[in-house]
């Protein structure tokens, strides 16, 4: 029996035309896997069958909807994960739960190899074939497009020779990538960093400059993470759904960026996410309300490095594993209700409460019911500056 591949199957062009393209050349069967992360769009029945049309031996679908909400997806909320500051990771956060169902897959059938349908300039190799490493050491990945130099032009030309049953989407100059938490778009004219997006690219959002009435939501968390809306108990997946839906209609969560790639790049993307940026808000604010000080300002410097990991294909690393030990220990008092208002592209924070809350009235307060003792900031403030005014005399001394 021929060796098998199991290659990460999209439906699209070039993992389509990559089932032949990885035969012809390796000589493995290739079993076709499509992974549902909520990319919507066509049934994944139809992605399946297309698989097996396009030369798959066989075709499995795995929906990993809600794995990936809960496993992938509330860690990153937890960590208020963006790269670069703006960037929800959302191709970076789906690329290990892929990878993951590649590993299982290829051990459950007793393959030797996983394939991806990355080109090599891109972050994405980079996750698929990491991950693969650690989770499975023993299988080898192979990238068709990528080793294979399987261009565009090719990829249209073979579909066409081998009669392959594509809906010609060569017409979409944009590469897009989508799942729950947001949807990239590039290339095309994006790639002059000057156009400007058009209304065009968007489809998990609306337009932020259409006035609209805002809508206000009130979110509960539980430990860092978000359990209902407006008092409705919902699973993580049903809630960034519905936060997809609620932040989009106001436009919340578009993002144009020039980014750093691991690979040395800068590329142009545009994002939408509108539950991430929403929810990574609400999330914030609860964090200020109930950690310590020094938890919350130090928590910011782990987050920008779980980003960084996550961004760099380092899922599955002793590094984030280590950090998101350290994130959970400090969800355990991240529970309470934030209010937010959805309004001309913004998720404003407009209540904030939790029974955990750190933040005292009657310290807080300047009016009657002050207990805080002004007269203890002298000393303080003494003590305090006095390395700054011993080292001020040694200078002035010269
Ligand atoms: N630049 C983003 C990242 O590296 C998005 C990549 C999206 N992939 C795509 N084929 N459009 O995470």
């Known amino acids: 029996m021929a060796e098998r591949v199991v290659l990460a199957y999209s439906g699209g062009l070039d993992t389509s035309v990559g089932i032949g393209w990885l035969h012809d050349a390796t000589g493995k069967d290739v079993v076709a896997l499509a992974v549902d992360v909520g990319q919507g769009g066509e049934d994944m029945e139809d992605i399946r069958q297309r698989a097996l049309d396009c030369g798959a031996v066989d075709a499995i679908v795995v929906d990993a909807k809600d ?49 991806h349908g990355c080109t090599g300039k891109g972050n994405d190799q980079v996750r698929f074939e990491a991950a693969v490493a650690a989770l499975a050491p023993e299988l080898t990945s192979i990238a068709p497009v990528r080793d294979l130099a399987l261009t565009r ?42 156009n400007a997006p058009i209304e065009d690219l968007y489809e998990y959002t609306m337009d932020p400059s259409v ?26 997946l049903a809630i960034i759904e519905k936060m997809n839906e609620i932040a989009g209609k106001h436009g919340v969560g578009r993002i144009d ?43 910011r410097g782990v987050e920008s490095e779980w980003a960084n990991l996550v961004y760099d294909g380092l899922w599955y690393s002793g590094l984030k594993r280590s950090l998101d030990v350290f994130i959970d220990d400090t969800q355990r008092y991240v529970s309470g209700d934030i209010r937010l208002k ?57």
Do not use: C
């Not at 939501?217 to 809306?229: C, K, L, M, S």
């Open 211 to 236: 006035a609209k009435p805002a809508d206000e939501i009130t979110i509960r968390f539980e430990h860092g993470i978000p359990v209902a809306i407006d008092g409705v108990t919902l699973s993580a």
């Open 342 to 398: 959805l309004v001309g592209g913004r998720a404003v924070v407009t209540g904030q409460k939790s029974p955990q809350s750190l933040y005292d009235f009657s310290l807080a307060t300047y009016d009657t019911g002050d207990t805080f003792d002004q007269s203890l900031s002298k000393g303080f403030i003494e003590i305090w500056s006095l390395p700054s005014k011993i080292s001020a005399r040694r200078d002035l001394k010269g």
């Open 67 to 115: 794995e990936f909400a809960n496993d992938f997806l509330m860690p990153a909320l937890k960590a208020n994960a963006l790269y670069q500051k703006r960037y929800p990771l959302v191709s970076a956060l789906s690329r290990p739960v892929i990878a993951k169902h590649l590993a299982i897959t290829a051990k459950r059938i007793g393959a030797d190899s996983v394939a």
């Open 257 to 299: 960026v020039v980014e750093d790639r691991l690979i040395g790049i800068k590329s142009r993307e545009v994002y939408e996410a509108p539950a991430a940026i929403a929810l990574i808000a609400a999330h914030e604010a609860l964090e200020s309300l109930t950690l310590e000080r020094d938890v919350n300002r130090y928590k």
């Open 153 to 194: 032009d090719k990829a249209i030309v073979y579909a066409e020779e081998h009669n392959l049953p594509i809906r010609q989407s060569a017409k979409n100059p944009y590469s897009i990538d989508k799942n729950v938490w947001g949807r990239a778009v590039e290339t095309g004219f994006l790639e002059d960093p000057w």
